[in-house]
């Protein structure tokens, strides 16, 4: 069904059904928060953030979703609301913007949170999404990028470089559907790589198996650009060095599976891929015997002094000087 | 200065160095709120919501903030902060970002709102701006569009379809300058159309003025698609029927030269040009009195038994029911 056959009431109460105690029909939605509110916002750009040809319109919705989760996440917040506005580009039909929802409804049911409502417009240039997420966080036990001393552990969860190897399946079959590679593959055995890219997770559950061990972190980001750029930023908040060592970056069996079948080196995906939705966190040495009893969350590398740059250690030794780039 | 040219903390520090007590470089923003909470995003995508070629940068920051704070004076609510998520084409450089949020903290400082932080990506398809506002209301006086009781009247802020002719006064200064027409006017004379289409005002004044006077109002939206559209929302929200005289439309002197001198029907502007940001409300039939003693506001019609149709009584005393179209 077109868009415009249908009332934009009507079209709200179509995409909303089937949210639980979703009643908002006005021009702001209405929320009760205790404590300090917590808030980020995610654009996703069609062409920069995902390419309708491969991304399902309900891993979209999903992912947009977790991904703006994942902010607070990062700081130790409990989200509670998002809303959600979307630019709507004129071949997308009424059951496409269903099935956008369907996504946006089982990421609101995994992760505990409840639509307030949002904004609809045209697009003349792409499909757009942008969701706000609105939480909760304790002044106590609030994590910010700032805050790694000399010393603390660097940590990540999970693993690096599986997102992003996941993209690049999703590429190599879309050229192969396009007739512009000869790749004959299907993407059955690459299912936990095109998890990674399509249903990211954030990592609520590694900050309350580290609350529930008593170990505090001292400053964290999520891992979206990539853990060199990430870790840059944390060094840059914190004002301290910082020493990453390759060798101890966490890769899953498929991420390097999957890089040697098409060339790409595995530590370069795993530094530079992004999208992992990881935690990337410090914390002081004292709980070191903690950390390393502990399944998906590996020790990385450590914090250096004041005025130290922010390094790479290469499996070959050599040391690699952080650097921003666009 | 090319955007690439700079790193992405660089780029924050400008843009937001004027901005009074901003301090976030964290993955999502703390805020501290009393009371019930109140949100709203407005997303503006470039080809839709705006033209570059005629709506200056820093305008469009303005307007960006200002249309975003309006949804929140439409609930009688109080703004407090607002975020905001800009997709950045390859032209932007870094002056006219700055420029931008220079639009942005006038209406920040104008609203009295803080601007808490955001999310700032690349765009191959338009530029796009997402602002969400969040604030605080009370649950006792706030306002929502169901609500209006028959008999109530019906009052709108301000005058109608200004912002409208301002628009139409820009597009065709823009095709005299692209030689399309062969216009030759300035736009000197046309300044408060301009403004109404270029610097919106959200109307707290109005709010405040009501509330100094305690008139309780019983539904509320802000007339952001024309008064016709925007009256419809309302009669639907709650559930009554209504009459809106479209003699009694309040209409600047300004819009209605500019309609005659283009050739457009102003009470068409007035019912269905939008983007007034004025606002649009019902009261109990006993503050007639009152609202007729304040200045800037007019009793356009008045709320009929649940079951009726929402209607247009012509000049000439037709009667038009009001339908929903996209």
């Known amino acids: 069904m077109q868009i415009s056959e249908i009332g934009a009431n009507a079209l709200i109460d179509r995409l909303t059904a089937s949210f639980e105690g979703f009643d908002n029909r006005d021009d702001a939605a209405l929320f009760d928060l205790k404590g300090m509110g917590v808030t980020a916002t995610h654009l996703m750009l ?12 309900h891993h979209l919705g999903y992912k947009a979703v977790a991904t703006t989760l994942s902010n607070l996440a990062a700081m130790n917040a409990t989200p509670a609301y998002i ?5 709507v580009t004129a071949q997308w039909e009424v059951e496409d913007l269903e099935t956008l929802y369907k996504g946006i409804r ?7 949170v409840k639509l307030l409502g949002g904004d609809t417009a045209p697009s003349v240039a792409g499909f757009t999404i942008a969701v706000t997420a609105i939480g909760s966080a304790d ?3 609030v994590v910010c990028r ?3 001393a000399p010393n603390d552990l660097i940590c990540v969860s999970g693993n690096l470089g599986a997102a992003y190897m996941g993209l690049k399946a ?3 079959e879309q050229e192969a559907y396009d007739g512009s590679s000869d790749y004959k593959h299907d993407l059955g055995d690459r299912t936990y790589l095109l998890e990674r890219q399509l249903t990211p997770q954030p990592r609520f559950d590694i900050m309350d198996m580290l609350s529930l061990a008593g170990v505090k972190t001292t400053s964290m980001i999520d891992v979206t650009k990539g853990i060199a750029r ?3 930023a944390l060094s840059q908040a914190s004002g301290v060095g910082m020493k990453l060592y390759e060798e101890r970056l966490p890769i899953d069996y498929e991420t390097a599976s999957m890089a040697e079948e098409i060339g790409i080196n595995v530590f370069s995906a795993a530094l530079y891929g992004g999208e992992d939705y990881e935690l990337l966190f410090t914390v002081p040495l004292g709980f070191k015997d903690v950390i390393e009893q502990m399944e998906g969350i590996a020790i990385v590398g450590y914090v ?6 922010a390094l790479l250690i290469t499996q070959d030794g050599r040391e690699v000087e952080l650097k921003e780039q666009e």
């Open 146 to 148: 700032k805050g790694a």
């Open 170 to 172: 999703l590429e190599r």
């Open 106 to 112: 089982i990421a609101t049911e995994r992760f505990g």
């Open 46 to 57: 069609e062409g920069v953030h995902f390419d309708l040809r491969y991304m399902p319109v």
């Open 230 to 232: 990430d870790l840059l």
């Open 139 to 141: 002044p106590d036990t």
């Open 83 to 87: 809303s959600v506005a979307i630019g």
């Open 304 to 309: 250096t002094e004041p005025g130290t740059p």
